[in-house]
């Protein structure tokens, strides 16, 4: 297929013919960012979207000769954001569904095509990109994720579904099962039978196959299903805790096939955090938006030792599941119900907005349908920051304190719509589900925590948590922003200017200050044993600075650094921010499954000390306690555990 594509923006519709363009200008595909391909004023208001239009040829032609009629011609659309419509040579092929489900077409293609492919606005359910989160160009509709077109057989499988279960015998060994539906569209009349096939990834062994009798008549479109049993199944594992097995599933019908991996594993969620195969995990990590290629920032996570990231309020391209499920990452996965407008428009769920909640109920059947299989999938979200009512920045001291209670009591949301749609995640999956996720005074099933940027100091989140002891079970974003060399913080998406003002001087300030801010959330989060809590967020989501521990480009801020330290497994950290003269308590978090015995050494100016101790598996430990002396410059901690050593810097 050619990779020569225009866009432009939509001035007609054009009902049931392609719509009408203003002006095609030449555009790469896919595109994370169509505003920037075609004119201004594509956000300005305009509902009727962009139009992506290419020729390509017949792909049933090769070396120069139609293959006698025999084979279909196939169109697979990934990432169409938006309500999206497909024509091809003037006549509309369809729409697609939500944009994380591929649209599939089979045509009758002439010599030379004409694709149009008009994306327009979402109605509903625009998740984070409905919100000042990310820049306003994020909404514009577009085609994120890739238009594939090739030659397929008569008889194509046109889907694939795999849905792993995991279960205990009563002879308390454990069994797989994978349940398979398959649709298969028959170009032909067909009797026949289709060869599905489960054999393990990573590793030497034997292939379960087996054949399903498939009947169709030419033209119909038919599912076909299996359960396929895995006797003693290899189970996926995070990292640091196991292997990440995976099977390959496979459906063979004459020259076509698909293939889906899939993994086994159990998540449950109790007061502490995960526990996946029934072994505890500590989830730490980072909040991802949309905006990049997906395997930079799964590596990016890697390095800074995460175990966990959050695609907040949207659903990333399928290949960044791939690489966590590869990666042994788990994932905390959004729907993209996010802000406050959605939030009121499913609390008004009647009348003006009539099956709201049940469209939500329907797009959470349709993400576990599509994403299900995947073992890195550790927990479902379905509603983001209903209410902001802490918009307005607060200082500290016990005034501070004293506003933010009066904000978190005068905060309320109708949680009813999240909780119903929540209750049609769990009748499809077995992993835990976030109903809601926000500010403390919305009743959050997992709170979104701000001091030392939103309100109070950073210093003051453990009056926050025992005021509010709820907060610090599941912690689903924390962060402060910083800001690139010669940018001021009016316009950068994701930094309110007035926040900023009360915490920087200017960027390079911004930068020390994000740093040590993050520093002491996370590591208060450790030592209280927080089981799971992301930063908000991994990556700037444009150009200039953001909440990001990264830039847009992924090159690293020094809170990057700062916070890869703190989230090491075995790690010494000090129980606040030291200073000299002050006298500072030294504890050990073991994020590890393993009961650890080690030393840990300190030095702050030309003082210095070392103890040996011992820790329980998912613990913290009390070490020692360390006077700073005067004159010092920095305080630093090295702990050596078995094979694993860490060192932890504080600069004063």
Known sequence: MTDEWTAGRIEDPGGEGPPTVAEWRPVTVPT???????????????REGVAYRTVFDDPRTHDGARDGGRERAILELRGGYGRTTVW????????????????????????????????????????IHDTDAVPSSFATPGIRWGVDIEARPETVLRRLETRPRLE????????????????????????????????????????????????????????????????????????????QHRYAVRAKLGGDERERTIGFRHVERDAEGFLVNGERVRARGFTRLPGVAPEADVRRALEANATLVRARGHVPDPAFHAACDAAGLLV???????????????????????DLVQRGRELATTLVREYGHHPSVACYGVQDEPATP???PIGGGLTGKLTVRYRA???????????????????????????????????????????????????????????????GEVVGAIGAGALADGVEPDGIDGIDAELYARRAADPEASRTYQARTLKTIVETLRRRECGVFALETLRDVATGGGMGVTTVDGETKPAY????????????????????????????????????????AWRAGEDGDET?????????????????????????????????????????
């Open 32 to 46: 994370r960012r169509p505003d920037a391909d075609i004119d201004e004023g594509t956000n300005d208001g305009n």
């Open 88 to 127: 091809l040579n003037g006549t509309k092929l369809g729409e697609t569904g939500p944009y994380f489900v591929p649209g599939r077409f089979t045509f009758e293609p002439e010599a030379t095509n004409e694709l149009i492919v008009a994306c327009r606005a979402p109605e509903v359910f625009a998740g």
């Open 168 to 243: 205990r015998g009563d002879d308390d060994r454990l069994r797989g099962t994978i349940d398979v539906d398959l649709e298969v569209d028959a170009g032909a009349a067909i009797d026949d039978a289709v060869t599905l096939s489960v054999r393990p990834v990573e590793r030497g062994g034997g292939a379960t196959m087996e054949r399903i009798p498939v009947e169709a008549d030419a033209g119909e479109r038919t599912t076909v299903s299996r359960s396929v049993e895995i006797r003693d199944p290899s189970l996926w594992w995070p990292r640091g805790h196991g292997p």
């Open 332 to 354: 905390w996965q959004d729907l993209p119900v996010s802000g406050a407008g959605i939030a009121t428009r499913l609390a008004n769920d009647g009348d003006d907005e009539p």
């Open 390 to 392: 802490f918009d307005e």
């Open 409 to 471: 009591w005068r905060a309320s949301i109708d949680r009813s719509p999240a909780d119903a749609i929540a209750d049609g995640f769990r009748e499809d999956v077995s992993v835990p589900v976030v109903p809601v996720a926000g500010q403390p005074g919305t009743d959050p099933d997992a709170s979104h925590l701000f001091p030392g940027w939103q309100y109070l100091e950073a210093t003051d989140l453990p009056w926050l948590l025992e005021t509010y002891p709820s907060l």
């Open 561 to 600: 650094e700062t916070v890869a330290d703190s989230l090491e497994p075995v790690q010494a950290v000090l129980d606040e921010p030291p200073a000299p003269g002050r006298s500072v308590g030294i504890s050990l978090c073991n994020d590890t499954n393993k009961t650890l015995e080690g030393t840990v």
């Open 612 to 652: 040996t101790v011992s820790v329980e598996a998912f613990e913290t430990v009390a070490v020692d306690t360390v006077r700073i002396p005067d004159g010092a410059e920095t305080v630093e901690l090295a702990v050596q555990a078995g094979n694993r050593s860490a060192t932890n810097e504080y600069d004063l």
